[in-house]
Nanobody, 114 residues
Framework: EVQLVESGGGLVQPGRSLRLSCAASGFTFSRFGMSWARQAPGKALEYIAYINGDSSTANYLDSVKGRFTISRDNAKNTLSLQMNNLKPEDTAVYYC???????RGQGTQVTVSS
C-alpha cells in the first residue's frame, strides 16, 4: 500500500524559509517521479515541482522557480521541498504526489503571514 506522509509545515513570516519532507513507503521509491502540489483555500490543486526518479530532472512552476528546490533521497525514501523567500501567496496545504498514480498524502499546512 502506497503511503505518503508530509511534514514540516507551519506559520512563517514573509521572506523566511521552510523545508517540507515526505516519507514514502509501499512502493519502489527510486523508480518513480514525484511531485509537490499545493491547494489554497477555494482554489484548485496546483502542481509546483517535479523530480524524476534519479534526480536528473526537476521542473518548477514559474511562480516558485528560483525560490523553491525539490530534492529526494532514494536511500531514505524521502522527498523534500526547500522553500525560501516565502510569500503570503504561498499559503496553502502542500501535498507530496506520486507522479504516476496521482496519489497524495494528507498534506501539511503552510501559512505565510506577518
Amino acid at each position: 500500500e502506497v503511503q505518503l506522509v508530509e511534514s514540516g509545515g507551519g506559520l512563517v513570516q514573509p521572506g523566511r524559509s521552510l523545508r517540507l519532507s515526505c516519507a514514502a513507503s509501499g512502493f519502489t521509491f527510486s523508480r518513480f517521479g514525484m511531485s509537490w502540489a499545493r491547494q489554497a483555500p477555494g482554489k484548485a490543486l496546483e502542481y509546483i515541482a517535479y523530480i524524476n526518479g534519479d534526480s536528473s530532472t526537476a521542473n518548477y512552476l514559474d511562480s516558485v522557480k528560483g525560490r523553491f528546490t525539490i530534492s529526494r533521497d532514494n536511500a531514505k525514501n524521502t522527498l523534500s521541498l526547500q522553500m525560501n523567500n516565502l510569500k503570503p501567496e504561498d499559503t496553502a496545504v502542500y501535498y507530496c504526489v506520486h507522479s504516476s498514480t496521482g496519489q497524495r498524502g494528507q498534506g501539511t499546512q503552510v501559512t505565510v503571514s506577518s
